[in-house]
């Protein structure tokens, strides 16, 4: 690990990335300490008000600032995302422990379940679930783990059946260690690496998926902030005003980029064979494109 921290600090997109998630998700935390007006506060003598000292990102079609709104947006598209992996995670990760570490009839009943639920399309089955329990923040956290549980099992299975041939995994059963120590101090400990690159590269989906829903109405309902949602309501006064999308546009693009950099760059610092090996095929492309022109 800690040749792991070495080469994660060389890297400055990594850090970038990090202290830029780290600041939203504290802005997000702490929004209502920082904006400085109420998120569904309305004023329609000052609607479609430009960037200002008063209103850093002006105002939308009711009145409302539009910065106080992307702060307290962000408590729902990152914080709950956040929270929605962080329950998928730990669910994968108990069924997947168990499925590859004990094999036999446990895991084909596990990897048939799982089967199951990866033969429906993830988002067609978070539509059909938010569409039977109706819109909020719980029912779109319920549908995102319903959908997205299985694909984690399978994939946590797969990277706990490569530790088991370890000889460490190996020498660890014949040296008499319980079963739950093996578990704890080499399976989910070697693990943990491959699953934060997992997690942190589908939390950006995870966010894609809770604006979506937003901005088609299915998920958190005015007058709450959301960015998805305020992409809906921007969408309506396009014609008029379409600078109203920028905010929640960019809110949205810039928190996805930065998680799929984070995932990136986590897994290059654990696998630093990959990003070489992407570099020196980078320069003979870049060589045999020289020699073509020469």
């Known amino acids: 690990m800690a040749g792991f921290w070495k080469r994660f600090r060389a890297d400055r997109l990594a850090m970038g990335v990090s202290v830029f998630l780290g600041l939203v998700i504290l802005m997000a935390i702490f929004a209502p300490l920082i904006a400085p007006y109420d998120p569904t506060a309305q004023n329609i003598m000052e609607k479609f008000q430009g960037p200002s000292l008063a209103h850093w990102f002006g105002t939308d079609q009711l009145g409302r ?38 094999r036999g009839w446990v895991d084909d009943v596990i990897m048939r379940i799982c089967d199951i639920m990866l033969s429906f399309p993830s988002e067609v089955l978070i539509l059909a679930i938010v569409g039977i329990l109706g819109t909020g923040i719980f029912n779109i956290v319920l549908a995102t783990v319903i959908a997205k549980w299985a694909w984690y099992v399978r994939m946590i299975r797969s990277i706990v059946i490569q530790f088991m041939d370890s000889n460490y995994i190996r020498f660890a059963k014949v040296s008499g260690c319980s079963t739950a120590s093996i578990i704890k101090k080499h399976l989910i400990h070697g693990a943990s690496g491959e699953i934060a690159v997992l997690a942190t590269l589908d939390t950006a989906s995870i966010i894609l998926n809770i604006s979506a829903l937003s901005f088609l109405g299915l998920g958190v309902q005015p007058p709450t902030a959301e960015w998805g949602m305020m992409l809906n309501e921007a969408k309506n006064v396009m014609t008029i005003n379409p600078g109203q999308m920028l905010a929640p546009g960019f809110a949205i693009f810039l928190v996805v980029a930065a998680f799929n950099f984070l995932g990136d760059s986590i897994q290059e610092a654990l696998n630093p064979r990959i990003s070489k090996g992407f570099k020196q095929k980078q320069r003979s492309i870049f060589s045999r494109k020289k020699a073509v022109t020469t």
């Open 65 to 102: 600032d539009v910065f106080s709104r992307i702060l307290f947006g962000g408590r729902v598209t990152v914080l709950v995302s956040i929270l929605t992996m962080m329950i998928t995670i730990f669910i994968g990760t108990i069924l997947g422990v168990i499925s590859g570490y004990f």
